[in-house]
């Protein structure tokens, strides 16, 4: 593995342990509040920097199975993200999340748990 595509997968679990703090906070907790933002938005500009430094060190190209559920998993996190800071700013701190926003950020996280692990399968068949 090239030092690019390496720092690419030492940030991804950066990434995956803040996403997965925010995540597992809102789903616990039930509440928006701006500790669970921190550390969602962190989350989602550390997956696009790991994103980006992958694509560039990697040989492959970026239009792979892979490919394609790791930039629809980032695409639903951005989402997910905007729709947060959306109730966030309108109704302000310690919100109650609305439940089918709660199912949309477990559904994506769930989906970016797949995509990271099958980056990680990826890497070990190689």
Excluded: C
């Amino acid at each position: 593995m090239n030092p690019t595509s390496l720092a690419g997968a030492f940030v991804i679990t950066f990434s995956l342990l803040s996403y997965g703090i925010g995540s597992i906070s809102l789903q616990r907790f039930k509440v928006v509040s701006s500790h669970v933002l921190v550390f969602l938005t962190i989350g989602v500009v550390l997956d696009v920097v790991a994103a980006t430094l992958m694509i560039i060190g990697s040989a492959h190209t970026p239009f792979s199975l892979h490919g394609f559920i790791g930039l629809s998993a980032i695409a639903v996190m951005i989402a997910d993200v905007i729709l947060l800071w959306r109730v966030f700013n309108k109704y302000g701190s310690d919100t109650t999340v609305p439940k089918p926003l709660l199912l949309y950020s477990k559904l994506a996280y769930l989906w970016w748990i797949i995509a990271y692990l099958t980056g990680s399968v990826l890497v070990i068949w190689r």
